[in-house]
């Protein structure tokens, strides 16, 4: 059973940067990608980003565009989303999600969820 786990997050101000971790652990296969995805209170998941952990591949929200390069360490199962430039508009929890195969906008495709962790920007 696939299992996160999400460290890194907490308050920032305008025009800084934070680092997410998600650790991945009890994958079946390697074929599988991990996404970020945020939520605002009362609001559905939003897809942000995507990595394949087999060939690289990366895709970006619009809004994160630039801003939010994804990044992955094979070795420790780690992907990471570095967050800078951030915005009082970034603020929201964030999760990570893992499913097999190819990357997806779509939450309810990711079988395993990250506990989520609070990002808040604001001076």
């Known amino acids: 059973q696939m299992q996160l786990v999400e460290t890194g997050g907490g308050l920032v101000q305008p025009g800084g940067s934070l680092r997410l971790s998600c650790a991945a652990s009890g994958m079946t296969s390697d074929d599988y990608v991990i996404s970020w995805f945020r939520q605002l209170p009362g609001k559905e998941r939003v897809w942000v980003s995507c990595?394949?952990?087999?060939?690289?591949?990366?895709s970006y929200a619009d809004p994160v565009t630039g801003r939010f390069p994804i990044s992955r360490d094979n070795a420790k199962n780690t992907v990471y989303l570095e967050m800078n430039s951030l915005k009082p508009e970034d603020t929201a929890v964030y999760y990570c999600a893992a499913k097999y195969f190819y990357c997806s906008v779509y939450g309810h495709e990711y079988k395993s969820w990250g506990q989520g962790t609070q990002v808040t920007v604001s001076s």
């Open positions: 990595m394949a952990k087999t060939g690289g591949r990366t």
